[in-house]
């Protein structure tokens, strides 16, 4: 194997397993009604507190554009799960939880960590520390990039 080839090989290998994941989690989770993508944004939501978090902070913190992030958050708004609070502006809003998706989060957490122990089951303590610190890693690496790619989904 050429060595100069692995780092290649490796980003292919997690996003042939980032996908696989993701449906699988759309599989187990369809009877709830809930996607992987919906559950990362209720989860990003809750975490940011009772003050909500700016629409733009939830589509950096996810990774995702922010166009994807106004689809995800506008039907999660529409089934009730999502709020819109005030922003700094009258132009502005922030995003929350609502007593129902606090609701849907406490069915769909319990279910998800079932499914990532018995995704992750094969490893050891100590390895699953280093998948960890390695995804960390990773994930910087990610963010420091696209902070230095032009998203082109941002308004002018």
């Not at 003050?51 to 733009?56: C, E, T």
């Not at 998706?101 to 957490?109: A, C, D, P």
Request: net charge neutral; with cysteine.
């Amino acid at each position: 194997m050429d060595k100069h080839l692995i780092p290649s090989m490796i980003c292919t290998a997690m996003m042939r397993v980032g996908t696989r994941m993701a449906t699988m989690f759309d599989q187990h989770f369809a009877e709830l009604g809930i996607t992987q993508a919906q559950f990362r944004t209720l989860l990003a939501v809750a975490e940011a507190g009772n003050d909500g978090i700016a629409p733009s902070a939830l589509a950096d913190q996810l990774l995702l554009e922010r166009a994807t992030v106004t689809v995800l958050t506008s039907r999660l708004v529409d089934r009730a799960f999502l709020q819109r609070l005030p922003g700094d502006n009258r132009r502005t809003f922030r995003l929350a939880l609502t007593e129902a998706g606090r609701e849907q989060l406490e069915q769909v957490i319990p279910r998800a960590v079932q499914l990532a122990d018995a995704t992750l089951a094969e490893h050891t303590d100590d390895q699953l520390a280093t998948i960890w610190n390695s995804l960390q890693a990773i994930e910087a690496r990610v963010r420091a990039y696209s902070e230095r790619t032009p998203d082109t989904t941002r308004s002018k």
